[in-house]
């Protein structure tokens, strides 16, 4: 158990409505993603941090942002969702080194913007 | 850029087969990392076994073994004695070593084991 708690795990909105994802983590992992997950594509990485206030963009970063502020969160914010950001969203952690950890995933939020 | 192709969408196996889920990749790099996770309904991702490409072994964990061609750039997940709960969505997954980690993911195999 890598000790990740995900928020909400589902979650239905309106187009052009902000939403906030957060991902917990209880192990003081540097290292914290947040994946989408779509049929078709298998995870395509969003964002990533590598510690407090260090962020960089992934794959597919436009119309999201994140913030870290401590350690232990992770925030993904859509500020104004759109039905193409539909999907499951993952978020992870790297345990181990630079060269060697792997990642370990949280359960998974739902959102679904209507 | 680093690319996985994971060509079979679905398969189907029955209980106690073995069954081999295929995955190429495109890297230029030397050092690198490679893995397969697992997706049951549940929807959890669940890491199956890795592999480092400095490593000429194929790594196992118990049903699980892989079959890495480096040269070829292929990296398939063999099953054995299948069972119904393995039955799930699997992801190869690829790392550059030394990078940020995150990983470059194929598109997945539905697996179905079929009593």
């Known amino acids: 158990d890598a000790g990740i708690t995900q928020s909400p795990r589902h979650k239905v909105t309106e187009t052009g409505t902000p939403v906030t994802l957060r991902c917990h983590q209880t192990?003081?992992?540097?290292?914290m993603y947040w994946y989408r997950q779509d049929p078709g594509h298998g995870l395509r990485l969003i964002h990533y941090?590598?510690?407090?206030?260090?962020?960089d963009k992934g794959e597919v970063s436009d119309g999201y942002s994140v913030s870290r502020s401590k350690t232990e969160d992770f925030l993904l914010t859509l500020e104004s969702a759109t039905s193409s950001q539909t999907s499951v969203y993952f978020c992870?952690?790297?345990?181990?080194?630079?060269?060697?950890?792997?990642?370990?995933f949280g359960e998974g939020s739902r959102l679904t913007v209507l | 850029a680093q690319t996985v192709t994971q060509s079979q969408p679905e398969m189907s196996v029955q209980e106690a087969e073995t069954v081999t889920l295929s995955c190429t990749y495109d890297?230029?790099?030397?050092?690198?990392?490679l893995f397969w996770y697992k997706q049951p309904p549940s929807r959890q991702m669940i890491l199956v076994i890795r592999?480092?490409?400095?490593?000429?072994q194929n790594a196992t964990e118990n049903r699980f073994s892989v079959n890495f061609q480096k040269a070829a750039k292929s990296f398939s997940l063999k099953i054995s004695d299948s069972q119904l709960g393995d039955t799930a969505m699997y992801f190869c997954?690829?790392?550059?070593?030394?990078?940020?980690?995150?990983?470059?993911f194929g598109k997945g195999t539905k697996l179905s084991v079929k009593p």
């Open positions: 592999q480092e490409a400095y490593k000429q």
């Open positions: 192990e003081n992992h540097r290292y």
């Open positions: 890297t230029s790099e030397s050092n690198y990392y």
């Open positions: 941090s590598y510690g407090v206030k260090d962020t």
């Open positions: 992870a952690i790297r345990e181990g080194g630079m060269n060697t950890g792997e990642l370990f």
């Open positions: 997954a690829f790392r550059n070593g030394g990078s940020q980690g995150n990983l470059i």
